[in-house]
């Protein structure tokens, strides 16, 4: 579906509205989806496909995946936890998981960045050198 410029501009807008200091007000973004499926203005469908997508961009940006090898220590997932936050800003989301396929070190993906020290990674650009 091709979406009008005025109904990404305005999808923007109301996007925009929904960030209180710096962070996406959930409560603010659901009062906007409701008032638009209420109101029903003209592209009102293309506005809502756009804020939504808006919306999951902002939300993969403010989720942060760190995958280990072995479960983690308190310590340690503090010292991860305190490093993003440092990088990336207050208001993320952080989710600690275990991957024994990693073999060993850590994969941390924050939206389209990923950030790769696990030793299956190395093997990989290893095997993909030669």
């Given at each position: 579906?091709?979406?009008?410029?005025?109904?990404?501009?305005?999808?923007?807008?109301?996007?925009?509205a929904?960030?209180?200091?710096g962070?996406?007000?959930?409560?603010r973004?659901?009062?906007?989806?409701?008032?638009?499926?209420?109101?029903?203005?003209?592209?009102?469908?293309?506005?809502?496909?756009?804020?939504?997508r808006?919306?999951k961009l902002?939300?993969?940006?403010?989720?942060?995946?760190?995958?280990?090898?072995?479960?983690?220590?308190?310590?340690?997932?503090?010292?991860?936890?305190?490093?993003?936050?440092?990088?990336?800003?207050q208001?993320?989301?952080?989710?600690?998981?275990?991957?024994?396929?990693?073999?060993?070190?850590?994969?941390?993906?924050?939206?389209?960045?990923?950030?790769d020290?696990?030793?299956q990674?190395?093997?990989?650009a290893?095997?993909?050198?030669?």
């Open positions: 579906m091709k979406i009008s410029k005025q109904s990404r501009r305005d999808a923007k807008q109301l996007f925009r929904s960030i209180v200091n962070v996406m007000d959930e409560g973004v659901r009062k906007t989806f409701d008032a638009l499926i209420a109101q029903k203005p003209r592209g009102y469908v293309g506005m809502l496909s756009h804020l939504q808006l919306v902002e939300t993969d940006r403010r989720t942060a995946r760190v995958e280990s090898a072995a479960s983690l220590s308190t310590q340690e997932q503090g010292a991860v936890q305190q490093k993003l936050t440092a990088r990336y800003g208001g993320l989301n952080i989710v600690f998981s275990q991957n024994p396929a990693l073999i060993g070190g850590l994969r941390i993906k924050v939206g389209s960045d990923v950030y020290g696990s030793v990674g190395r093997l990989n290893l095997k993909e050198s030669f």
